[in-house]
C-alpha cells in the first residue's frame, strides 16, 4: 500500500478501529485537497471529527439528517470532490438506502462510506443501533464496493484502498477496539483478494471484521487441541468477492464453515453458499450469525458468544462439521 | 440586466417550441408526464437561454453551471430542452420511454448528455444541488447550481433537511426553484397534505423566497437576476406560481394530468391550444416588454 502508515505494535492497541480510520483519512486529506468529509452529528463517534478538525473548511456535520446528507455527498463527488461520509452502519445501510442506492450507486459516485458501529458492535444500544442486514444490502447495490476489514490496520488499508480506487465504496467498521489481528499495515492488501491467515485441509473457516481474530485463534486452538489443520481466510471484501479463495477451499477440505456479525441471510455466508452452489462441488457447509434473529442487548463479545462467532463457537461447529461423513451417505431421506 | 422586448420575444418563440416538443414527445411515446412538464417548462426556457454557462461541446466542463431537475419525472420537459440546445440527437425523442431508449421517463445522467444527476426518486435532488454548491467553494470555483423541485415532492422530508443545511452552510451560490403547480398524483396538493403556508416555511428554514408567476419569462428572469447579485445573503428559494399543463386547455390546471396518455386527437386539440397559447403569450410581452 502507498503512503507512510505504520504505526507501532503498542499504538495498535491502544487506538480504536475508528480512530485509525480518523487518522487515515487526515493523512488522506493532507495530501488531497479534494477530499471532503460529511457526518450527520456522529463526528466524535465514528472519528471523521478528527478531519475536522484538520481541516475544517472541507467538512460538514449536517445534523441528525442522513438522507440529505448521502445525497449532498453524490452531489460533491459529482462535482469533483472524493466525499467519506460517516455516520452508524444501520443509518447509512437502512436510513439512507434510497440515497445510497438512487444517488451514490446509480449514477456511480465516487462516495466512500465508512460505516461505523457495525454488526453488534453497539450491543448494548439494541437492534435500532445493530447493523445486522447492511451488507446483504451494499452488497445487492449495482457499482458498490463493499469490504469489512478485521482490525485497525486492515480498516487503514481499506481507507486508502477506497481513495485510490474511482466508485463507491462502503466499508463498515466496528465500534470500539477490535482485537489486533495485524500488527502493521504492510501484509499484502488487495480489494477482493481473501487473506489466508492459517493454511490447512481438514476445514476452512471464513470470516470477516470482527470474526477474523476469533477464527484465528478456533484455529490454533484445535490445532492444538484435536490436531485439525484448520485453515481460516480473512475474506474482507465481501464484495467483489474471492470467487477463487472460496473455492480452493472447497476443493481442499471439503468443509466450509462462514462466521460473520450479521444476519446469515445475504451476508458473507449466503455469498459463500452462492459460490458453492454455483459450482456445483459440494462440501459440508454452515452459516454462523443471526439466524434469522434480532440480537440480544449486551457487550459486544457476549453477544458474539451467544451467535456462536466467538472462538469457543467456532470450535463447537468445527468439531460438529468434522463428524459430518457427507461424501459416503446417499441417503437424501434426512435432507429433504 | 432586464430582458429588453426583444430578448423576452425571442425566450417567447424558444419555449413555444419547446412547449410543442413537449407534446410532440409525449405524443411520440404515447403518454408522459405532460402537466408537470408544462408548467416547468418556462423555468427550463429561462434557465437554459438565458442564465446557464454550460457549453454542448464540452457538456462535462468542470467549471459549467451545474442544474439538478429534483422534479425528475418532468424529463420530458427536460429532454426537449437538451436536445435543443444540441447536447442529444434530436431522433432520440422520438424512442422515448421505447426499450433500450437513452431516454426514459427519468432521464439517466449516464446515458442524456447534460444531465448532471439522474433523479426521479423525489426529495434528491436539493440535496444533490447543495452537495454540487459545496463542492465549488471547496475547489475555488465560481459556477452557480440550480435546482427546479416539484411543490408535492415538498412533503419529503430530505427537501427540509437539505433546506436547513443549505442556510446553515450559507450557499449563496445555489438558486432553487419549486414548481408551484398545485398538483400532486391524487389531487390538489393542499387535499392531499397542505403546503401552505409555504412561502413561510422556506423562510422560517433560512431562505429568501422570491414570489413569481411562474408563466412568466420577465418575472422569473429579474428573480435570477436578483439571486446572482447575492444581496439577500441567504440561498434564494424563488418560488414559481405555475399552472399545471400550461398552454393546453383542455388540461390545465386539472391533477389528472400529472402523467397522461395523448391520443390523435387529444394530441391535435393541443398543438390548436399551444399555438392560441404562443399568441396571448407574446401579446403580453409585447404590451409589457420594455
Known amino acids: ?336 | 440586466m432586464a430582458l429588453t422586448k426583444q430578448e423576452w420575444l425571442a425566450l417567447e418563440e424558444k419555449a413555444n417550441e419547446l412547449r410543442n416538443l413537449c407534446l410532440d414527445t409525449t405524443h411520440w411515446a404515447g403518454s408522459g408526464h405532460i402537466g408537470g412538464g408544462l408548467s416547468v417548462m418556462d423555468m427550463l426556457t429561462i434557465l437554459y437561454y438565458r442564465h446557464l454557462n454550460i457549453d454542448p461541446a464540452n457538456p462535462t466542463w468542470e467549471d459549467r453551471d451545474r442544474f439538478i431537475l429534483s422534479k425528475g419525472h418532468a424529463g420530458i420537459a427536460w429532454a426537449p430542452v437538451l436536445v435543443s440546445k444540441g447536447f442529444n440527437d434530436p431522433e432520440q425523442l422520438k424512442t422515448f420511454n421505447l426499450t433500450n431508449s437513452k431516454m426514459g421517463i427519468h432521464l439517466d445522467a449516464a446515458k442524456v448528455v447534460g444531465v448532471d444527476a439522474s433523479t426521479g426518486s423525489l426529495g434528491h435532488g436539493l440535496p444533490i444541488a447543495l452537495g454540487s454548491a459545496l463542492a465549488a467553494r471547496v475547489l475555488g470555483k465560481d459556477y452557480w447550481t440550480y435546482c427546479i423541485m416539484g411543490d408535492g415532492e415538498c412533503d419529503e422530508g430530505e427537501i427540509w433537511e437539505a433546506a436547513m443545511a443549505a442556510a446553515h452552510f450559507g450557499a449563496t451560490n445555489l438558486i432553487a426553484f419549486v414548481d408551484r403547480n398545485k398538483c400532486m398524483i391524487d389531487g390538489p396538493t393542499e387535499e392531499v397534505m397542505k403546503l401552505e403556508p409555504f412561502a413561510d416555511k422556506w423562510r422560517a428554514f433560512g431562505f429568501h423566497v422570491i414570489e413569481v408567476d411562474g408563466q412568466n419569462i420577465n418575472e422569473l428572469d429579474d428573480a435570477i437576476e436578483y439571486a446572482k447579485t447575492k444581496a439577500a445573503g441567504k440561498p434564494v428559494l424563488i418560488l414559481a406560481n405555475t399552472i399545471k399543463g400550461a398552454g393546453i386547455a383542455h388540461i390545465e390546471g386539472d391533477y389528472r394530468w400529472h402523467y397522461g396518455a395523448m391520443d390523435e386527437a387529444s394530441y391535435k386539440k393541443g398543438k390548436d391550444s399551444l399555438a392560441q397559447y404562443y399568441q396571448a403569450r407574446v401579446a403580453r410581452a409585447e404590451k409589457e416588454g420594455k
Open chain 1, 1 to 336: 500500500m502507498a503512503g507512510g502508515l505504520t504505526y507501532t505494535a503498542v499504538e495498535s492497541t491502544a487506538l480504536s478501529t475508528a480512530e485509525y480510520y480518523g487518522k487515515a483519512l487526515c493523512e488522506l486529506g493532507d495530501e488531497h485537497p479534494e477530499v471532503v468529509a460529511l457526518t450527520a452529528d456522529l463526528g466524535k463517534s465514528t472519528k471523521i471529527g478528527m478531519f475536522g478538525d484538520a481541516h475544517p473548511e472541507r467538512y460538514f456535520n449536517v445534523g441528525i439528517a442522513e438522507q440529505g446528507m448521502f445525497s449532498m455527498a453524490a452531489g460533491f463527488a459529482k462535482a469533483g470532490c472524493v466525499p467519506f461520509v460517516s455516520t452508524f452502519s444501520v443509518f447509512a445501510a437502512l436510513r439512507a438506502a434510497d440515497q445510497v442506492h438512487a444517488d451514490i450507486c446509480y449514477q456511480n459516485a465516487n462516495v466512500k462510506i465508512i460505516a461505523t458501529h457495525g454488526g453488534t458492535s453497539f450491543g448494548q444500544a439494541g437492534s435500532t443501533h445493530h447493523a445486522i442486514c447492511d451488507i446483504a444490502v451494499e452488497r445487492s447495490f449495482p457499482n458498490m464496493t463493499v469490504i469489512v476489514p478485521a482490525d485497525g490496520m486492515e480498516t487503514v488499508n481499506a481507507v486508502r484502498a477506497a481513495y485510490e480506487t474511482p466508485g463507491p465504496f462502503y466499508i463498515r467498521i466496528n465500534r470500539g477496539f477490535d482485537r489486533v489481528v495485524y500488527d502493521s499495515s504492510d501484509y499484502g492488501f488487495e480489494v477482493g483478494k481473501a487473506i489466508t491467515m492459517r493454511e490447512g485441509t481438514d476445514i476452512t473457516v471464513i470470516a470477516c471484521g470482527s470474526t477474523v481474530f476469533q477464527a484465528c485463534q478456533a484455529a490454533d486452538f484445535l490445532g492444538n487441541a484435536d490436531g485439525l489443520k484448520v485453515r481460516v481466510l480473512n475474506v474482507h471484501t465481501i464484495k467483489p468477492i474471492d470467487k477463487e479463495a472460496v473455492l480452493k477451499a472447497v476443493m481442499d477440505t471439503r468443509r466450509v464453515i462462514v462466521a460473520e456479525d450479521h444476519t446469515i441471510i445475504g451476508g458473507l455466508g449466503a455469498v459463500v453458499a452462492e459460490i458453492i452452489a454455483e459450482a456445483g462441488k459440494g462440501c459440508a457447509f454452515r452459516r454462523l450469525g443471526l439466524q434469522d434473529k434480532f440480537a440480544p442487548i449486551g457487550l459486544h463479545e457476549d453477544i458474539m458468544s451467544i451467535l456462536g462467532i466467538d472462538s469457543n463457537g467456532i470450535i463447537e461447529t468445527v468439531r460438529d462439521v468434522m463428524k459430518m461423513d457427507f461424501e459416503l451417505d446417499d441417503n437424501w431421506d434426512d435432507e429433504v
